[in-house]
């Protein structure tokens, strides 16, 4: 059974500051990684998509990577910023048609 | 992408009542998932509603609590049974694109009393 796993639960950083988010998972054998942000009482935002084949996806100031063997996703945000703040969620696809969802990085960034 | 609506936004209901939940997407496809998110959880997969045929329930959830209808491949619709404050959660549906892309509507954030 996959299980996922984000480190830290809580983070908060200055404006302006370079921040990794952690996601690792208990099943290489997955179909794609996807990385989210969650507002406040709001629905999901999809921000990157990794499909298994491949090692990272870039958009803007984010960029995540996969890293299969070692079981290990990260988001690297750059320059980050108070509208920065949500909350992010790492989620899998394996076999089956569900997403397995870590319980996400709570993050603020402070002016 | 997907642009997904949801109806209601948020409702508060009173104990033993019942809601329903619609999600419209801008274009067809052909699975469309209903989430639930209970206070400070991640998300947890109710059931997974292919047109044309009945839902599919995960564990721990049933079609005589959560009946889901799907008429055709831009619609469809939750509905939450004889609530409690338990069922008290943001209820989101969702959609895949071509790559397994997931998409998300705003939720539902429903509280009952």
């Known amino acids: 059974k996959q299980e996922v796993t984000q480190i830290p639960a809580a983070l908060s950083v200055p404006e302006g500051e370079n921040l990794v988010l952690n996601c690792s998972f208990t099943?290489?054998?997955?179909?794609?990684l996807q990385w989210f942000r969650q507002d406040p009482g709001k629905g999901l935002t999809s921000l990157l998509l990794?499909?298994?084949?491949?090692r990272e996806q870039t958009s803007g100031r984010l960029n995540a990577s996969l890293d299969k063997s070692s079981g290990r996703s990260t988001l690297y945000i750059a320059a980050s910023q108070p509208g920065d703040s949500a909350t992010y969620l790492c989620?899998?696809?394996?076999?089956?048609?569900?997403?397995?969802f870590g319980k996400g990085t709570k993050l603020t960034v402070n002016p | 992408s997907a642009v997904i609506s949801q109806k209601p936004s948020r409702d508060i209901c009173q104990r033993g009542t019942s809601l329903t939940i619609q999600c419209q997407v801008d274009?067809?496809?052909?699975?469309m998932f209903w989430y639930r998110q209970q206070p400070g959880q991640s998300l947890t997969l109710i059931a997974t509603?292919?047109?044309?045929?009945?839902?599919?329930?995960e564990s721990g959830f049933v079609i005589d609590k959560f009946p889901i209808s799907r008429p055709n491949l831009t619609f469809s619709t939750l509905t939450v049974s004889n609530m409690s404050p338990e069922d008290s959660s943001i209820y989101l549906c969702?959609?895949?694109?071509?790559?397994?892309?997931?998409?998300f509507g705003p939720g539902t954030r429903l509280t009952v009393t």
């Open positions: 274009s067809q496809v052909t699975m």
């Open positions: 990794i499909q298994s084949s491949q």
């Open positions: 099943d290489s054998a997955i179909y794609n």
């Open positions: 989620a899998l696809k394996g076999g089956s048609e569900k997403l397995v």
């Open positions: 509603a292919n047109q044309g045929s009945e839902a599919t329930y």
């Open positions: 969702s959609v895949v694109n071509l790559v397994y892309e997931q998409y």
